[in-house]
């Protein structure tokens, strides 16, 4: 079982990082290029995924070791640890993007258009953030991993800050440019909300809270079928 949960969380944290990789350099390139603080606030949202799915794997890793004179029983909670320091990194993160938005907002000098090329980048970060992030919740749960899911939600944030993203570009070209840093805000709000969740998930693991009947049941399962194929 442990070689099991091993392979799925190191697949895990490699997905997400060249993923996130990817998305990172090309939001911040299109956002540079067209004008679009929105894309570049999405940036930085990417960028601290990789960060968040370094330090998530590195709980999970922690989590892995066996019980010893010190910590009799286990490090498991090394996890849900992990999961709130993402939590305060993800608080940094929508600070910064938040202070810049209502700069922007306050002086609206800064706003500049972005192009459609901002729209057709928005596209692309919906369906690779949505493919990722369904990808590492389900691994997650399968190897029943808190620091897994966590980081698979906090991926899954971005599709929401891509589809505002995109609708900010749309209204943009419309006559509307405020709305770009109004989405920026809107982005770190967002990441709040997802800090929001996550801290409180990881708390109740590290109190000690008993699990739902039916997360129990579906473990169960999942530890039938995969005795079942081996």
Do not use: W
Request: glycine share 10%; net charge neutral; charged share 20%.
């Amino acid at each position: 079982m442990d070689e099991f949960r091993e392979k799925g969380g190191k697949k895990a944290a490699i997905v997400a990082i060249v993923a996130n990789t990817v998305l990172t350099i090309l939001n911040v390139a299109v956002g540079l290029m067209c004008g679009s603080y929105a894309l570049i606030s999405e940036g930085g949202h990417t960028l601290s995924d990789i960060t968040t799915s370094v330090i998530a794997y590195t709980g999970f890793k922690i989590g892995q070791k066996p019980a010893d004179e010190e910590h009799p029983l286990g490090h498991g909670r090394a996890e849900a640890i992990s999961g709130l320091v993402i939590v305060l990194f993800l608080t940094m993160v929508a600070y910064e993007i938040m202070s810049g938005a209502v700069e922007k907002i306050l002086n609206p000098s800064l706003i500049t258009t972005p192009d459609i090329y901002a729209a057709l980048m928005a596209f692309f970060g919906i369906f690779i953030n949505f493919s990722v992030s369904e990808y590492i919740i389900n691994l997650g749960k399968k190897i029943n991993s808190p620091a897994i899911v966590a980081d698979g939600k906090h991926q899954k944030t971005d599709i929401f800050s891509s589809i505002a993203v995109l609708v900010g570009v749309i209204a943009s070209n419309m006559g509307f440019p405020i709305l770009d840093p109004l989405v920026g805000l809107v982005i770190g709000f967002l990441i709040l909300k997802t800090a929001y969740e996550i801290g409180k998930e990881n708390i109740d693991n590290i109190m000690g809270k008993v699990p739902s009947e039916t997360f129990v049941n579906k473990i169960i399962r999942i530890d039938r079928d995969r005795k079942s194929v081996v």
